[in-house]
């Protein structure tokens, strides 16, 4: 069974720090592109950070410079540093990823099932 599996929310205070990571398993062939939403309560899901399978970032305006979105292809895993935490950044974390399982084959979308940010004030 392919899945994202999310971990590294929690509870953290203003200015703090949190590692997200999402790992990929199942029998993958290969991942495109990897990347991070959040979705507060009663807003629209948005894209916070994505990676592509050569390393090229790209970040919301909110975000950049307190987020660094890094991936490592080997363990199927992408990872989000979110330093400078903001009680704005308070929202479930996903991480969505492009999957492919031959090499000749499209790649097909999956979403994580989330991890809850909390940023106190």
């Known amino acids: 069974q392919v899945q994202l599996v999310e971990s590294g929310g929690g509870l953290v205070q203003a200015g703090g720090s949190l590692r997200l990571s999402c790992v990929a398993s199942?029998?993958?062939?290969?991942?495109?592109?990897m990347g991070w939403y959040r979705q507060a309560p009663g807003k629209q899901r948005e894209l916070v950070a994505a990676?592509?399978?050569?390393?090229?970032?790209n970040y919301a305006d909110s975000v950049k410079g307190r987020f660094t979105v890094s991936r490592d292809s080997a363990k199927k895993t992408a990872y989000l540093q979110m330093n400078s935490l903001k009680p704005e950044d308070t929202a479930a974390y996903y991480c969505?990823?492009?999957?492919?399982?031959?090499?000749?084959?499209?790649?097909?979308?999956?979403w994580g099932q989330g991890t809850q940010v909390t940023v106190s004030s």
């Open positions: 969505d990823a492009d999957l492919k399982f031959t090499s000749w084959g499209r790649p097909y979308h999956y």
């Open positions: 990676i592509t399978s050569g390393g090229s970032t």
């Open positions: 199942g029998s993958i062939f290969s991942i495109n592109a």
